[in-house]
């Protein structure tokens, strides 16, 4: 039965294949290549044993999308220095050749030179992925949900699964193959364990099918209860028989029916998700029962460190506490997946201290793609520059993968904010190669989905690509400047509320667990005097970071309780920087305005509407932060807010009683902060 199951799915991707390729070529993702009229004539010389889809998709796509002249593909080609998925293209004139080692490089081959200009007749470029494993979390759930989702609801159809396979499903995953992710955790981290019944594994392995010819592996994020709530087992302890019998069965189980399938992704003891830790036991004893029932069929374990004690003094050490003591405990298909930063995705953190801590581990960063603690898909925040930032510090060579948590739902443009998109294709395209830019990448973006380059004046066409590089740090500046970090209104996190005390919340969900802002000073103390995180960095960095004077001034605020009138590298007080920021972030704002209103002739008409309303929506936002923050920090500092600084009239009282309908799923619509802010 499986096999005729496999047979079906796969004539229904070829029908797809079909399909697609007619109806969908006008694409909203940006990136992918329009259809070429006149169809490129495509010669294959293919060393590998056997054609596949993979190969097919690739000629395919060079025969309906390129303009530039007849192609030469050579598949099998072992030279170059070419590595398992890399390639290598050659243009002179009119003729282009493409050499990939396997199937799979060569579709990556195809979509990079899709990406370059046919105007371009002259380069030579060998490129091989830095990492093997670049993933998208989804944190998708069963009804549709998307928890942190601001682009509508989920993308998998679970009702019409199996036997309905939306066409946008295939344009995903060619979205995804055109900058190198390979692989998808299709449901949420806070998992629930019905997507490991049979009637669930069956829509995972129709997804798992469509997806493989583009490289493209399925992963399962996992309720670490679920031998108890589907079978009703008596326990979840990783060390007992029963328990570790029920996950060698289902890891069987998925591997008849998906025999590339990927691995695991495991949040547990965290956030009252249930783990190993409820049975005595340790995060080594959870992660290892997994290991051992994956690692016979080639999958891997990928184990949050995403915890955090109520009781400890300081969120911030947490992970590094709970996990460092197990480096070299871990089974060898173990990686720790560690969020970038040592709190939560904040708009700017240092790089958390587990990175390098286990040098016998596996470790993997996850970057936030969609925008919590962003201005959700409402504010524009271009996230490479926090993402190279990261790479600043922490050596590409030292992890083994790169996971971003999806920003894609339903709605038309996919990531509810049409330049959030960059995002997606930034993300892919640093974890392909760690090392590229953030400048090059916004060039990149731009210019493939957005203008054409060629006809857009260079002036306009640079202040476009400034909107985007400055825009992260706008943010910063408009929400929480140097270091300052988790301000955000209670649950939803949309909006600023640094007075924010809910009654029976823990302290580390408060903003003033982390400001701690009086009449001394302002910011959270991690110096040998105060929390003392700073010890769980290496030398040097430990001992700059530890004194006030040498600690950089972006992160000056997350290390030290800093005087209101420390003097700054500027000579401004710390009060007076402080303003200066926000009114910054405020001006940097008011300053895309004209410069999307100049592109306007370049741009779609939808688009550009779309996206003028979102920063008409960012602008009174960044205001608000800045009129919330300042307001509220005064009443600590004892000094008047600069004259120069254009506070509104509205009094912090009135900006107290702005309360959010709406849940962490998503985006407020300009309709309804319309009514709510002052």
Request: proline content about 7%; hydrophobic content about 40%; glycine content about 6%.
């Amino acid at each position: 039965m499986r096999y005729i199951r496999h047979i079906i799915l796969t004539i229904l991707f070829f029908v797809l294949i079909f399909q697609t390729s007619v109806t969908t070529y006008g694409s909203s993702v940006g990136w992918l290549p329009e259809l070429n009229q006149k169809p490129t004539k495509v010669k294959v010389i293919n060393d590998s044993k056997e054609p596949s889809a993979t190969l097919e998709i690739a000629v395919n796509e060079l025969r309906r999308h390129w303009k530039g002249g007849a192609v030469t593909i050579h598949n099998g080609h072992c030279s170059y220095g070419l590595k398992q998925n890399g390639f290598r293209i050659k243009r002179d004139g009119k003729k282009a050749d493409i050499y990939a080692a396997d199937d799979l490089g060569m579709l990556y081959g195809v979509y990079a030179l899709l990406r370059q200009p046919a105007s371009m007749k002259k380069y030579d470029l060998t490129d091989n992925p830095f990492y093997d494993l670049r993933l998208l979390n989804h944190w998708d759930n069963l009804d549709g949900s998307v928890e942190r989702g601001y682009a509508g609801k989920s993308l998998w159809n679970w009702d019409e699964l199996p036997s309905v396979l939306s066409p946008r499903y295939e344009e995903y995953a060619r979205a995804n193959a055109a900058i190198g992710i390979n692989g998808v955790v299709i449901n949420n981290v806070n998992a629930s364990p019905k997507i490991l019944t049979e009637e669930y594994l069956l829509k995972v392995a129709a997804l798992a099918d469509l997806f493989r010819p583009y490289g493209i592996k399925v992963y399962l994020s996992v309720n670490f209860a679920s031998p108890m709530v589907l079978d009703g087992l008596p326990t979840a302890d990783p060390l007992d028989r029963r328990v570790i019998r029920w996950w060698n069965d289902k890891a069987e189980e998925i591997h008849n029916l998906i025999p590339d399938f990927g691995g695991f992704l495991v949040k547990a003891n965290s956030e009252g998700q249930p783990g190993p830790m409820d049975f005595g036991r340790s995060h080594a004893d959870g992660a290892n029962m997994l290991a051992k029932a994956l690692g016979i069929y080639g999958g891997i374990v990928m184990w949050r460190a995403f915890v955090y004690s109520p009781a400890d003094a300081d969120r911030a050490k947490q992970a590094y506490l709970e996990f460092q003591p197990f480096d070299g405990q871990l089974e060898p298909n173990v990686i720790i997946q560690i969020k970038n930063g040592p709190v939560d995705f904040q708009p700017r953190e240092p790089y958390s201290p587990l990175f390098g801590a286990m040098p016998q581990t596996d470790e993997m960063v996850e970057f936030q793609i969609t925008q919590e603690y962003l201005g959700h898909a409402n504010h524009l925040a271009f996230l490479a520059p926090m993402w190279t930032e990261f790479f600043d510090y922490v050596k590409p060579v030292s992890i083994k993968a790169v996971a971003g948590v999806a920003n894609i739902g339903d709605d038309a443009n996919w990531t509810g904010n049409p330049l959030a998109q960059a995002n997606w294709y930034a993300f892919g395209r640093l974890a392909w190669n760690p090392y590229l830019s953030a400048d090059s990448i916004a060039d990149e973006w731009l210019s493939e989905t957005l203008v054409n380059k060629a006809t857009v004046p260079t002036g306009i066409y640079n202040s476009l690509k400034d909107m985007l590089t400055s825009s992260r740090e706008a943010v910063v500046d408009y929400m929480m400047p140097l270091g300052l970090h988790h301000l955000f209104a209670f649950g939803h996190h949309y909006g600023p509320e640094p007075w924010c005390d809910v009654k029976g919340a823990r302290p580390d969900w408060l903003p003033k667990y982390y400001h701690r802002a009086d009449s001394a000073g302002l910011g959270f103390d991690r110096s040998p005097g105060g929390s003392n995180a700073v010890s769980q960095y290496p030398a040097p960095l430990r001992q700059r970071l530890a004194s006030m004077d040498s600690c950089p001034e972006e992160f000056i605020l997350w290390f030290h309780h800093v005087p209101w009138d420390h003097r700054m590298k500027s000579d401004n007080t710390l009060w007076e920087e402080l303003c200066k920021a926000y009114q910054r972030g405020v001006d940097k704002v008011a300053s895309y305005q004209p410069v999307w209103e100049s592109a306007r002739p370049y741009v779609d008409e939808t688009i550009h509407a779309d996206v003028s309303r979102r920063l008409e929506t960012q602008l009174r936002d960044a205001r608000w932060w800045r009129d919330a923050c300042l307001q509220y920090f005064a009443q600590f500092s004892g000094m008047e807010i600069p004259s120069e600084i254009a506070v509104t009239m509205t009094l912090l009282e009135d900006l107290k009683k702005i309360k959010l309908p709406i849940t962490n799923h998503e985006s407020p619509s300009p309709a309804l902060l319309d009514t709510l802010r002052p």
